[in-house]
T-cell receptor
């Protein structure tokens, strides 16, 4: 399968714990994006990478959130000291650089914070 | 602040009918408008996309109509099927990176 993959698909944690999610983009894509989707809403942009460089972060990405893409391939998103408000679907997407800017999404990681 | 406004919130269409979902935007810097389909528990899947230099794009049963002067675009699903029942999101992108999504339309196609 050559699509975007995410792991784990589901994560249940207790408030205050740290969690880490992984995203593997489509292999030739050099841009990688993280979005967050809450129930009944469209995805909201969190951050993106071009190769290994993190080029932009949304104001939604608090200090408890950190993302990395160390070798320009897979990426990790870590949430420290989770809060109940962090419960959401975390989506990863990848794309080529312009002009072909279609973003292809992975299946997401559903986070539930108890 | 929602940069892309989508309507209706939900839609029920009979099998074989036409489903129409509308979106409007304000930012004239947007230059790429995709539509995504999302099934429960899955990530959004890219359906079809348009750039503002064309007024219509058709792929199979899916058509995007684009009105640049009105800053509106819409998705038409012809011959709607029960398998089309899903949530549909419009989005917009400028020369940057972040897709701006509408709030979604939940489509139910009845047999």
């Amino acid at each position: 399968d050559t699509g975007v993959s995410q792991d784990p698909r589901h994560k249940i944690t207790k408030r205050g714990q740290n969690v880490t999610f992984r995203c593997d983009p489509i292999s030739e894509h050099n841009r990688l994006y993280w979005y967050r989707q809450t129930l009944g809403q469209g995805p909201e942009f969190l951050t993106y990478f071009q190769n290994e460089a993190q080029l932009e972060k949304s104001r939604l990405l608090s200090d408890r959130f950190s993302a990395e893409r160390p070798k320009g391939s897979f990426s990790t998103l870590e949430i420290q000291r989770t809060e109940q408000g962090d419960s959401a679907m975390y989506l990863c997407a990848s794309s080529l650089v312009a002009p072909l800017r279609e973003q292809f999404f992975g299946p997401g990681t559903r986070l539930t914070v108890l | 602040q929602q940069q892309v406004k989508q309507s209706p919130q939900s839609l029920i269409v009979q099998k074989g009918g036409i489903s129409i979902i509308n979106c409007a935007y304000e930012n004239t810097a947007f230059d790429y408008f995709p539509w995504y389909q999302q099934f429960p528990g899955k990530g959004p899947a890219l359906l079809i996309a348009i750039r503002p230099d064309v007024s219509e794009k058709k792929e199979g049963r899916f058509t995007i109509s684009f009105n640049k002067s009105a800053k509106q675009f819409s998705l038409h699903i012809m011959d709607s099927q029960p398998g089309d029942s899903a949530t549909y999101f419009c989005a917009a992108l400028n020369s940057g990176y972040a897709l701006n999504f509408g709030k979604g339309t939940s489509l139910l196609v009845t047999p």
